[in-house]
Nanobody, 124 residues
């Protein structure tokens, strides 16, 4: 069982930056691949970024590649999402999730555990 709690969301102007954190409970955090997803009103949940269990491999959605960076600190049971050059279209609720298999990091149904989400709003 893994419990996930996101933090770091907020309101930022276009071009600004935010850093999201996702703190995980449980001693098996390092055995999960982790992902960030987002969902805007009226839209489907979208893959943002994923990271392998040791952090050696990272993956990004096309709309954020080059602007966002995912990382993890297994000693702190935390995964991060650094978001730079934010755009109004990045506005959404951001969720972190844990995947015990790590085979298809971009697929929401592969993730067994989800956080409650944190709101990110980018003003133009």
């Amino acid at each position: 069982q893994v419990q996930l709690v996101e933090s770091g969301g907020g309101l930022v102007q276009a071009g600004g930056s935010l850093r999201l954190s996702c703190a995980a409970s449980g001693r098996t955090f390092s055995s999960y691949a982790m992902g960030w997803f987002r969902q805007a009103p009226g839209k489907e949940r979208e893959f943002v970024a994923g990271i392998s269990w040791r952090g050696g491999s990272t993956y990004y959605g096309d709309s954020v590649a080059g602007r966002f960076t995912i990382s993890r600190d297994n000693a702190k049971n935390t995964v991060y999402l650094q978001m730079n050059n934010l755009k109004p279209e990045d506005t959404a609720v951001y969720y972190c999730a844990a995947d015990p298999r790590g085979l298809r990091v971009g697929v929401p149904s592969e993730y067994d555990y989800w956080g409650q989400g944190t709101q990110v709003t980018v003003s133009s």
